[in-house]
């Protein structure tokens, strides 16, 4: 929601105005990637520290039941936080546009890149009676319905850009690791995630390099031959959009400090590789 002069209020109609009023309730903070907030129109509460009070949980895609237990009365001081992925994997977007909680305790947390705004920045909503009212309706139907093929193709393309990031540092460590164990070369992998996660906290190119090491020692991991296997099956799969989705929600709970609420054994294990204390992994709260 952008006002750029008077004229286009002027040229509101009322009940576009009406609208507009409404709009304006709606909680929503922007912030640089390191945390730093940014003043926007109409802002209305810094929910950076807001969540900074509560304990906060980011659950995976296949989690997203544990959302219904926001409303209850022992969870008022927990935070529920959707992250970029779930928008991009889920089918029925306009239900979870009207997910509520009386506790005001459901956030989204987006990372928005500087090919669509003058650079990068996070932006974080709380999913407040207001939080429909901000979404274009008939473009969430269409979307709910079929899913947006440059949206796809776009994501697709992040899915690539990334596979091969980590493939390239793969093939990078067999010419400087020639002749080591992959046991060593996960260990040298994972003394680098550690070296990392000092002031990774509201630290996102951190987080996302964090997270991609720990995508490529799941990768050398193969003394869990199940998790191995499945993993080289994901990574290697062209055509799947959500083979990154865990390593996006680790970038985005590493950031926040979050936990993550998963059943997913390679997850678990990526999280593993952080040894950052208050990052861990549960089951439905």
Not at 117 to 134: N, Q
Not at 142 to 150: A, L
Not at 217 to 237: H, I, P, Q
Request: overall charge positive; charged content about 25%.
């Amino acid at each position: 929601m952008r006002i750029t002069s008077n004229s286009y209020m002027d040229s509101l109609s009322e009940s576009e105005m009406q609208l507009f009023s409404e709009q304006k309730k709606h909680a929503c903070s922007v912030y640089h990637l390191n945390g730093q907030r940014i003043t926007i129109p109409f802002d209305r509460e810094d929910l950076l520290s807001v969540l900074m009070k509560l304990e906060r949980y980011m659950p995976d895609c296949n989690s997203l039941n544990c959302l219904a237990d926001a409303k209850r009365p022992e969870n008022r001081n927990r935070a529920f936080i959707l992250w970029n992925t779930i928008w991009e994997e889920q089918a029925n977007l306009e239900a979870l546009v009207r997910l509520k909680s009386p506790h005001d305790n459901l956030f989204t947390i987006e990372f928005i890149a500087e090919d669509e705004v003058p650079f990068h920045r996070i932006v974080i909503h709380r999913m407040d009676e207001f939080y429909p009212l901000i979404m274009d309706r008939r473009r969430l139907k269409r979307e709910s319905c079929r899913r947006n093929q440059e949206r796809e193709r776009d994501h697709m393309l992040r899915v690539q850009q990334f596979r091969k990031t980590i493939r390239d540092f793969l093939i990078g460590l067999d010419v400087t690791m020639a002749g080591h164990s992959m046991f060593l070369k996960q260990a040298f992998v994972q003394d680098r995630i550690r070296s990392l996660v000092p002031g990774c906290f509201k630290n996102y190119g951190r987080c996302c390099d964090i997270a991609m090491y720990c995508y490529a020692a799941l990768l050398l991991g193969y003394m869990d031959t199940k998790v191995w296997r499945k993993s080289w099956g994901e990574f290697n799969d062209d055509v799947n959009p959500n083979v990154f989705g865990d390593t996006s929600l680790l970038q985005n709970a590493l950031w926040l400090h979050s936990r993550i609420i998963s059943n997913d054994n390679a997850l678990k294990k990526m999280v593993g590789y952080t040894s950052v204390p208050c990052l861990k992994v549960t089951g439905m709260v």
